[in-house]
């Protein structure tokens, strides 16, 4: 008997223990879903209670861009309706335009250190070129333009020569009736002396908006000529140790038309007697221009030559003499007494 009360009350005991630890169990477990709800429920309204003032608003900010991202993509679409191709700029050449007052963070000189460049323009007249070189940020350098009634300038970061170590800061203004003069600024070796280097002439942009004036780290500069007239001449340019460097062997008429779309010509009012040439510019004989007829400028050295194009098509050598180095002479004569000129101011 003692024996089985002995066994029953280990059975009872038994049973009770796996009764309170099945309902331990099941207590647990439900308490260990709570708890993991309760964890999570907490750190959630934790989060979304911090999420108010901080994590959530950057989390939406950041997905609202994301969403916008594709509606800012459509433009992108929009430029192959344009009707002029877009300029090809390579990588390899730094090219940056500067806006008004605006600073631009860039190491024009590779020593590793962010330099800022500003093109300050006060009042649209007085304009000044200023650059705080990262080597030397307590002393930065300022070039103001020294000309009166600046109406125009521009200014542009360009890298002339990929293999000389350093940048160039290039600026073109217009002032008082007209003239025109182009500078560059340039990191000495030292890495704190800045140079600049002035040239008569004008950088006009090679694209349509008017936001790119140079090209595989060139840019061309315009400039006045007397010959035939006053006309606009242009060349190829490049920023040396030395400053403005041509690149072109001859500057390039600016060709002009009419409505028409006919090219506008420089009208004969005289015989007068060419030298032809072939497509390497060698001489193939005399041809005379006769009165009434027109010749188009194509390129001159500026100081003693010119080729024209003929109506014919063919192309011919005119030898120019300055006179009192700015009067041009044909033939010993002075321009005026064969060609139908027309003089600025
Ligand atoms: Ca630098
Ligand atoms: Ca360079």
Not at 38 to 56: M, R, V
Not at 103 to 124: H, R
Not at 267 to 272: G, N, Q, V
Not at 328 to 344: C, D, K, R, T, V
Request: with cysteine.
């Amino acid at each position: 008997m003692k024996t089985r009360k002995i066994l029953a009350l280990i059975l009872a005991s038994l049973l009770i223990i796996g009764a309170v630890s099945v309902l331990a169990a099941c207590g647990s477990s439900s308490k260990d879903t709570n708890a993991d709800a309760a964890a999570q429920q907490p750190e959630n309204t934790q989060q979304t209670g911090d999420e108010t003032p901080q994590p959530t608003e950057p989390a939406q900010q950041t997905e609202v861009p994301e969403t916008e991202a594709p509606g800012t993509e459509a433009p992108e679409t929009e430029p192959p309706e344009t009707d002029y191709p877009e300029p090809v700029i390579p990588d390899d050449y730094y090219y940056q335009l500067l806006e008004k007052n605006v600073p631009v963070k860039c190491d024009i000189d590779f020593d590793g250190l962010e330099d800022e460049i500003t093109f300050v323009v006060e009042n649209d007249e007085v304009y000044t070129v200023r650059i705080v070189l990262g080597s030397d940020p307590g002393n930065p350098y300022t070039d103001t333009f020294p000309e009166e009634d600046v109406y125009y300038g521009i200014c542009f970061i360009n890298d002339s020569d990929r293999y000389d170590g350093r940048m160039e800061v290039i600026c073109s203004y217009e002032f008082s009736s007209d003239d025109v003069e182009a500078r560059a600024y340039r990191v000495n070796e030292d890495g704190r002396t800045i140079e600049c280097f002035a040239k008569y002439g004008y950088i006009e942009p090679i694209d349509d908006d008017g936001l790119i004036y140079a090209r595989d780290g060139q840019f061309y500069v315009y400039c006045r000529t007397e010959i035939f007239g006053t006309n606009s001449v242009y060349n190829l340019f490049q920023i040396t140790e030395d400053g403005f460097e041509e690149q072109g062997a001859a500057y390039y008429f600016n060709e002009y038309y009419d409505d028409d779309g006919t090219q506008i010509g420089v009208c004969a009012i005289s015989d007068f007697t060419v030298i032809l040439v072939d497509d390497n510019g060698d001489p193939q004989g005399e041809a005379t221009v006769r009165e009434g007829s027109d010749i188009y400028p194509v390129e001159t050295d500026l100081e003693s030559y010119a080729i024209v194009r003929l109506e014919d098509g063919s192309y011919a050598r005119i030898d120019i003499e300055l006179v009192d180095d700015w009067h041009p002479y044909i033939n010993g004569q002075p321009q005026e007494e064969l060609l139908s000129i027309i003089y600025a101011d």
